[in-house]
């Protein structure tokens, strides 16, 4: 392995500027005479407007502009929308309300957008804001997932009746109804899977400016995929036309799927930066990002299992209702339709699935992907499933798991819920985490923490997840608005170094690292040597951005379908150069040589040689720059066994995570250290989940009272252990780096594993997430 | 409006603030100073964190006024001569921030972490820092980072 080639722990590069405070983040952008932006947001779940008086505002001291839905229609801004159709059972599409960006008539949760106030200071702006006046009617909330398509239920948009957008359905019902019939044994659970809410630390923000010597915008926002920004800002909200609109995303505080989606904000201070000729910066508070960030999950679930005589799994029966908050955003339809009900076969060779979902508005924050998106809840669902029949059929869990499993030599396998695994080798990973989390040993350790007086507790999750999205042809055929390949850019400069141009955004992931390793290790040039750029929509090809574990599967091998037109060309010119026949040259690590002999060609003078053409080919370009556009032949499928032991004080309904154990299957793996702290944060995150996290409205009010971190409980330092991670590659068959995606595995595996841990301690199936010392306590005295 | 003075990354700077100006954006915005960071509004995501005297403080909670004459350190005053501090060193060397941006608050917590409780162990370090959070790391690699730099950094 070279040094800093694919495969090595190579340090970040990014590190540099992240730990001397160089980072250029949105709020660090200022723009000479820029204005500042305050939103007026709904202090109501549900009201009607009746009036917006902003005259007291639009004198008040510094202020520039207070504009209002009324005027972004005039200007005829679209509303934001959802890029991806959804097909109802009955034919039907799925039902779009329209979300103008700022609302003129009716307001559907707290902190929806009423008007935007800029100023020459944000402390005036926010002054002013309070000025506005706004005469609402207020309306019942309807904020119950549960409840919202029941009869009598207040409903949020006109033409929606029951507050239903879709009702989806996967799968072959009646063998699933026949199969259950005849089973030996059914498992029934209902779950919720508990609202998140993303907090990513930084805020989101934007600074919209208006350059009238070419009639053209620049927005930097802090987005997960600027194209994509560009692309809905132009083509749907008509802000500007795509070629006079430039989206920066710089260096963005984490993303968790909360920075995929257009918002309102960045749409109006786009717009708004023309109407007042200055640039106008709008950075949000915390508070803003609890009630205004798309949220996640929101599931409440039935679902059976059936079994038979030997414990094989014969169906999966699943209903769920799935919570779209007051709006589709971006990608919302897609998370519990395609990325939730085609993941329902997990691991196993369960031959008759269905699955139905009905998507339901209620007066919250829209809810979209956040970290692991629909397969965290499938997956949470699945494994809990599967827990739970162990514990009823008096199975051991891993040997119930082992008994479901798709074996290695079934591959590829297509499951009933459409998905074509491509590879796995499930039960060696099991085996693996197994003796990682020494399973063995786990009866005494639980003796052991008795004589303490604690609980103890040990849970498997033995999950899988398709990354990588996806191909586009697929992805068109269920309904996606774009094409879901990536861009990349390779281009030598004539000294020999290599700036690489990628779609993929980096929040965290480390591009500027493993993409540079992958390009020193495929064109062997020094690592220092080459330089990752992105996140500006000037600079390099088009590109659909990061989300869904898809940077190294789609970018990276973007990427490698450039660095292949390199060599092609550079065996070109090495052949010229060398009087030899193209045919006869070689490649290797960065030298061109003539097979058999020892005449050849570095890289390097290949790239001089382009660049210089003083001896060159007939009828070659100049130059040494290409670019790859790649469609991926199918999905990717990382999965793995995450096993959780915890202890509980029975006393208090305190949970401590005590061990965490995890083998997970991402594929080949560019960089090791980056993969272990994309699991490390991931588990954490699904640690939150199930002990911790829970976003909560009030159920009269609608009022968000989990806004701040007060109420919402974060994971800290002490909340979670440290891990003990081990990777196993069983490489992708189907691109060229034999990568499946690592970002989301934590997110998605570990709920499951620490809520069973947590059942096993307790001796009852009877608690949801989140397992707050309240709800443990309680579980405890009812059990 | 008020003047307030003060020494920042060892140098003397003095600046006019209204009465509500918090040190963060006297750093921010004066003093073109963003490395330090605003991750929330309630005093708890601690990515603000600088040095005031020698001690971790959150500058959103601090008034620019309330510190006249202090001896206030930033991110951006750890590392000399291109050389990072050992904290900085044992960060980078333990992939110990992925996004960056609760790192420098994380940084200047943890330096004062160390000066007060010299060679920590997991235990301690994982509880000291319950006014930092991070959403990237899951903590493990900043608890590694701390811990090994607590042995680096004497005391």
Redo the contacts between chains.
């Keep these: 392995m070279a040094e800093n080639g694919i495969g090595a722990r190579s340090v970040r590069k990014e590190d540099a500027r992240f730990l001397t405070g160089t980072g250029h983040y949105v709020d660090d952008i200022n723009r000479p005479g820029q204005a500042y932006a305050a939103f007026v947001r709904s202090p109501h779940a549900h009201a009607n407007i009746k009036s917006v008086d902003i005259a007291k505002a639009a004198t008040a001291s510094g202020v520039v502009a207070v504009l209002t839905g009324d005027d972004l229609a005039a200007d005829g801004i679209g509303g934001l929308i959802c890029g991806w159709m959804v097909t109802d059972k009955n034919g039907d599409p799925m039902k779009a309300p329209p979300h103008p960006a700022l609302a003129q008539t009716k307001v559907n949760y707290v902190g929806d957008h009423i008007a935007i106030v800029i100023a020459d200071s944000l402390a005036e702006a926010r002054d002013a804001a309070e000025l506005v006046n706004v005469d609402y009617e207020v309306l019942t909330a309807n904020v119950d997932t549960n409840a919202a398509d029941a009869d009598g239920t207040p409903q949020i948009h006109a033409d929606i009746p029951n507050n239903m957008s879709y009702d989806w359905e996967l799968g072959d019902q009646a063998a699933v109804d026949e199969a259950i019939k005849n089973a030996a044994h059914v498992t029934t659970l209902e779950i919720v899977n508990n609202r998140l809410i993303p907090n990513a630390i930084e805020p989101r923000a934007a600074v919209g400016e208006y350059d009238p010597a070419s009639d053209s915008f620049t927005l930097y926002t802090t987005s997960q995929n600027p194209h994509v920004a560009r692309l809905v800002l132009s083509a749907f909200c008509a802000v500007a036309p795509e070629h006079k609109l430039r989206v920066v995303a710089p260096d963005v505080g984490g993303g968790f799927g909360s920075k995929i989606f257009i918002y309102a904000e960045e749409t109006v201070c786009t717009w708004a930066s023309k109407k007042v000729r200055r640039p106008v910066k709008w950075t949000g508070d915390r508070s803003e990002a609890f009630l205004s960030d798309a949220h996640g999950r929101d599931h409440v679930t039935k679902a059976d299992l059936a079994l038979d005589a030997d414990g094989k799994f014969t169906a999966l029966r699943v209903s769920t209702k799935a919570c779209m908050g007051a709006y589709l955003s971006t990608f919302a339809s897609c998370v519990p339709t395609y990325l939730y009900g085609t993941l329902l076969a997990g691991q196993y060779t369960t031959p008759a699935i269905y699955c139905n979902v009905k998507a339901l508005f209620t007066n919250t924050a829209p809810v979209d992907a956040y970290r692991g998106a629909g397969r965290p809840e499938a997956t949470y669902l699945i494994e809990r499933l599967v827990e739970v029949a162990a514990r009823e059929t008096g199975t051991d869990p891993a040997e119930l798991r082992r008994k479901n499993f798709i074996p290695p030599d079934a591959f590829p396998y297509t499951t009933p819920v459409v998905l074509a695994y491509d590879s796995g080798s499930y039960e060696e990973v099991l085996d693996k985490a197994c003796g990682l989390a020494d399973y063995k040993g786990f009866a005494n350790r639980k003796e052991e923490a008795k004589k303490r007086g604690k609980l103890r507790g040990i849970g498997f999750s033995s999950y899988i997840e398709a990354c990588g999205i996806a191909p586009s042809a697929a992805v068109g055929s269920l309904g996606a608005g774009v094409g879901l390949w990536e861009g990349a850019q390779v281009r030598f400069n004539p000294t020999g170094s290599v700036t690489v141009f990628t779609g993929s955004h980096a929040h965290g992931q480390g591009h500027e690292t493993t993409f540079a390793q992958v390009v020193s290790d495929t064109l062997g040039i020094p690592f220092e040597n080459v330089e990752v750029v992105h996140g500006d929509t000037d600079k390099g090809p088009f590109g659909m951005g990061t989300y869904g574990s898809r940077s190294a599967a789609v970018g990276g091998s973007a990427i490698m379908l450039a660095c292949d037109k390199i060599i092609e060309k550079g065996k070109k010119i090495a052949a010229h150069s060398l009087e030899a026949a193209e045919s006869d040259i070689e490649y290797d690590g960065g030298t061109f040589s003539v097979a058999g002999t020892d005449r050849s060609m570095s890289m390097g003078e290949i790239a001089f040689t382009a660049y210089v053409p003083h001896n060159y080919p007939e009828g070659l370009e100049p130059g040494l720059d290409e670019t790859g556009f790649y469609d991926p032949a199918n999905f990717t499928y990382p999965a793995g066994t995450q096993i959780c032991e915890v202890e509980v004080d029975p006393d208090t309904g305190e949970v401590e995570i005590v061990k965490f154990s995890a083998v997970d299957d991402v594929g080949v793996v560019i960089n090791p250290t980056i993969v272990e702290g994309q699991v490390h944060g991931g588990v954490t995150q699904g640690i939150g989940q199930a002990v911790l996290e829970n976003c909560v409205y009030d159920g009269d009010t609608g009022q968000l009272v989990s806004g701040s971190y007060n109420d919402y409980t974060m994971p800290r330092a002490d909340d979670v252990p440290n891990y003990d991670i081990e990777l196993h590659e069983t490489a992708c068959p189907h691109n060229p780096l034999g990568v499946k995606g690592c970002g989301e595995v934590g997110a998605i595996a570990a709920p499951p594993a620490v809520m069973n841990a947590i059942t096993d301690a307790l001796g009852t199936e009877n608690i949801n997430m989140p397992a707050s010392p309240e709800r443990v306590w309680q579980a405890l005295a009812q059990a | 409006m008020p003047t307030v003075s003060l020494t920042v990354n060892g140098k003397a700077v003095s600046a006019e603030v209204?009465n509500?100006t918090l040190l963060v954006q006297l750093l921010?915005e004066k003093l073109g100073?963003?490395?330090?960071?605003?991750?929330?509004?309630?005093s708890?995501?601690g990515?603000c964190v600088v040095h005031i005297n020698g001690d971790a403080v959150k500058s959103c909670t601090t008034l620019a006024l309330q510190i006249e004459g202090a001896d206030v350190t930033?991110?951006?005053g750890?590392?000399t001569d291109g050389v990072?501090h050992p904290m900085?060193e044992a960060?980078?060397?333990n992939?110990a921030?992925?996004?960056?941006?609760?790192?420098?608050g994380m940084?200047m917590s943890a330096i004062d972490l160390v000066n007060k409780n010299p060679k920590p162990d997991?235990q301690t370090?994982?509880?000291e820092?319950?006014g930092?959070?991070?959403?990237?790391?899951?903590?493990?690699?900043?608890?590694k980072a701390i811990v090994s730099a607590g042995q680096t950094m004497g005391g």
Aim: aromatic share 6%.
């Design positions: 209204e509500r921010r100073l963003t490395g330090t960071h605003v991750g929330c509004d309630t708890q995501c990515a930033t991110i951006e750890l590392a990072l900085q960060f980078r060397e992939h921030l992925q996004c960056g941006f609760c790192t420098p940084v997991e370090v994982r509880h820092l319950e930092n959070l991070c959403r990237c790391t899951g903590y493990h690699n900043i608890v």
